[in-house]
């Protein structure tokens, strides 16, 4: 049987044309209302890119400022009696929140005037109204929502200090020697050997640093540009260390158990990746650290 649903449905429409859904501030099961104004909201601490997390905390809180600064004596905190709309006494109670109707389309917002930019701050971080278009395609909302932001200043602010920081890691990768950045590019996961050229280990790190994260892995879910500066800056002794250690476990001198432990032949040799690595930085146990490079040498060279 058809229904009015279905009809709908088969025309691209939510529901009747002209008709809208009106929404009200989220209120977060800890009894804070999910304002965009609070730079200490759930929603921002769950952000997973350290870039994204630092522009949303800094933007928000300037907007929170600029709005109570506009609109006077009103507390826009996340606890504030201001987002309990069933204490507003009319649709004119700039004193409290009011519902914002949504039509299927464009719904447009004068963010000159500072109650409309208000609202526009609370819908952008909604539960029910996707983040962008992307993030919906994405899968990160449900599949039937219905709304999503375009939000062009916050997007191109975001992609503009990426794009910043990527170009800046790439000019740090310029300046290190061949050696170096061998090394940084062995430990980003990389398959760079001694004979990879350096055209070849270039490409491949820029590549790598243009992605979004790493997909799978040691680093799985963090920025290859976040994990490149760690090596990039890293004391030289230290990044020798590490990218000995990842070879010796790349070339078999040293197994790891699934338990972690670090295995040389039969005989343990540390508790997992990190333990050995300290071991090798201890200046007491230069011998070993001596005597892994030689055995690596060595395992290298009857492998050609």
Do not use: C
Not at 130 to 151: H, M
């Amino acid at each position: 049987m058809q229904t009015m649903q279905g009809g709908l449905a088969l025309r691209g429409y939510t529901r009747i044309p002209g008709t809208g859904v009106f929404k009200y501030p989220y209120k977060e099961l800890d009894g804070q209302y999910r304002t965009g104004l609070d730079p200490n909201a759930a929603y921002i601490r769950r952000i997973q890119d350290p870039l994204e997390k630092e522009l949303e905390i800094e933007r928000v809180t300037a907007l929170r400022k600029r709005l109570e600064s506009a609109l006077g004596d009103i507390d826009l905190g996340s606890r504030s009696a201001f987002w309990n709309y069933g204490l507003s006494t009319s649709n004119n109670d700039n004193l409290h929140v009011q519902p914002v109707k949504l039509l299927d389309g464009d719904n447009f917002f004068d963010l000159s005037i500072p109650l409309q930019e208000l609202a526009f701050a609370w819908l952008r971080v909604h539960p029910t109204i996707a983040s962008s278009y992307q993030a919906w395609e994405r899968g990160e909302f449900p599949a039937d929502t219905q709304f999503y932001v375009a939000d062009d200043e916050v997007e191109n602010a975001v992609l503009f200090k990426k794009k910043q920081l990527i170009n800046k890691a790439i000019v740090k990768f310029d300046s290190m020697t061949p050696e170096k950045k061998k090394k940084v590019a062995r430990l980003l996961g990389l398959p760079v050997t001694d004979n990879s050229t350096e055209q070849s280990v270039y490409n491949q790190v820029d590549n790598l640093l243009k992605q979004t994260e790493f997909k799978n892995g040691k680093y799985q879910g963090l920025t290859p540009v976040e994990v490149f500066n760690r090596f990039a800056d890293m004391k030289e002794n230290l990044l020798h260390i590490k990218d000995l250690v990842k070879q010796a476990l790349t070339h078999s001198v040293y197994r790891v158990k699934p338990s972690g432990k670090i295995y040389e032949g039969e005989f343990e040799v540390a508790k997992d990746e990190d333990d050995l690595i300290r071991t090798l930085a201890d200046d007491d146990n230069q011998d070993m650290l001596i005597t892994l490079e030689q055995r690596l040498k060595t395992k290298k060279l009857a492998s050609v």
